[in-house]
Nanobody, 125 residues
Framework: QVQLVESGGGLVQAGGSLRLSCAAS????????MGWFRQAPGEEREAVAA????????DYADSVKDRFTISGDNAKNTVYLQIDTLKLEDTAVYYC??????????????????WGRGTQVTVSS
């Protein structure tokens, strides 16, 4: 079983930056692909970024690729999501997800096996 714990969320002014972290434990084989999703109030959960454990494969949603950066530190079993130039519409709960298997861009909930509980990001004007 893989456990995922997100951190780094908070209240930030528009234009600011945040770095979210996702610490994984319990099974490196089952966390070969790590993804970040977000869910705004009243909206469906959407994929924002994914990265392979090697770091050689990265995928971004078109809506965020200019402002979001995903990265990983295998020594710490941690994946990061850097969010720059925050916008009001970035307000959401951000979830970390993990999956085993071969790399391909995974943008659907069902393509991941493990989930964290989420961290709230609130952007104020």
């Amino acid at each position: 079983q893989v456990q995922l714990v997100e951190s780094g969320g908070g209240l930030v002014q528009a234009g600011g930056s945040l770095r979210l972290s996702c610490a994984a434990s319990g099974g490196t084989f089952s966390s070969k692909i790590m993804g970040w999703f977000r869910q705004a109030p009243g909206e469906e959960r959407e994929a924002v970024a994914a990265i392979s454990r090697s770091g050689s494969n990265i995928d971004y949603a078109d809506s965020v690729k200019d402002r979001f950066t995903i990265s990983g530190d295998n020594a710490k079993n941690t994946v990061y999501l850097q969010i720059d130039t925050l916008k009001l519409e970035d307000t959401a709960v951000y979830y970390c997800a993990a999956s085993g298997g071969m790399w391909f861009p995974r943008r659907k909930d069902r393509q991941y096996d493990y989930w964290g509980r989420g961290t709230q990001v609130t952007v104020s004007s």
